[in-house]
């Protein structure tokens, strides 16, 4: 199985700081990594599909970067309704594993 | 509007059996891959199984093979997850996916609200 290791586990910032989530693979993936936000209580919201691909609809301060094994999502300037959980996943190979998750904190 | 519903979770005893739906709209049902995605109280999300678009494709997780069956009915527009042989470690919620469409790379594009499941004596 493919494992993702996301870091930090979790991030304290201020509305208007740029944060970055850094998401790795075990091996290489090529592009097919996706970013999801979760919010307590909610289903998972995708955000960023092919590694750079913006999912319709939200919002350009989102963005995705990388390839192989290192991936990056970064918010340009965070916003409060961005505190949340957010989880990277590969499709590249059965099973679909996700990252542990970054939880986004108010500081 | 695509709509994922899942219904059927609940309180079962360790080594009881549970079946879970997910009743899909809004889309072709009948020509999309769907999953099934569990998470743990507090926990991360993992990837349980899923069916392709005749149901005659299926895969499964190493820690849910041969207790758990994914079907789909596509007549009924119709998601089914049987669960036998329940364990204390399948508590979480299940979330209904559907994947994307033909072209990889494929990702989760819709989810359901999910559906608590809890194994406890």
């Known amino acids: 199985d493919i494992q993702m290791t996301q870091s930090p586990s979790s991030l304290s910032a201020s509305v208007g700081d740029r944060v970055a989530i850094t998401c790795r693979a075990s091996?290489?993936?090529?592009?097919?990594l996706n970013w999801y936000q979760q919010k307590p209580g909610k289903a998972p919201k995708l955000l960023i599909y092919a590694a750079s691909s913006l999912q319709s609809g939200v919002p350009s301060r989102f963005s995705g970067s990388g390839s192989g094994t290192d991936f990056t999502l970064t918010i340009s300037s965070l916003q409060p309704e961005d505190f949340a959980t957010y989880y990277c996943?590969?499709?590249?190979?059965?099973?679909?594993?996700f990252g542990q998750g970054t939880k986004v904190e108010i500081k | 509007e695509v709509q994922l519903v899942e219904s059927g979770g609940g309180l079962v005893q360790p080594g009881g059996s549970l079946r879970l739906s997910c009743a899909a709209s809004?889309?072709?049902?009948?020509?999309?891959?769907m999953h099934w995605v569990r998470q743990a109280p507090g926990k991360g999300l993992v990837w349980v199984s899923c069916i392709n678009s005749d149901g005659i494709s299926t895969n499964y997780a190493d820690s849910v093979k041969g207790r758990f069956t994914i079907s789909r009915d596509n007549a009924k527009n119709t998601l089914y997850l049987q669960m036998n042989s329940l364990r204390a470690e399948d508590t979480a919620v299940y979330y209904c996916?559907?994947?994307?469409?033909?072209?990889?790379?494929?990702?989760?594009?819709?989810w359901g609200q999910g559906t608590l499941v809890t194994v406890s004596s």
């Open positions: 996916a559907r994947r994307s469409s033909i072209v990889a790379p494929y990702y989760f594009e819709y």
């Open positions: 091996q290489s993936i090529s592009n097919y």
């Open positions: 996943q590969q499709s590249y190979s059965t099973p679909w594993t």
């Open positions: 809004g889309f072709s049902f009948s020509t999309y891959w």
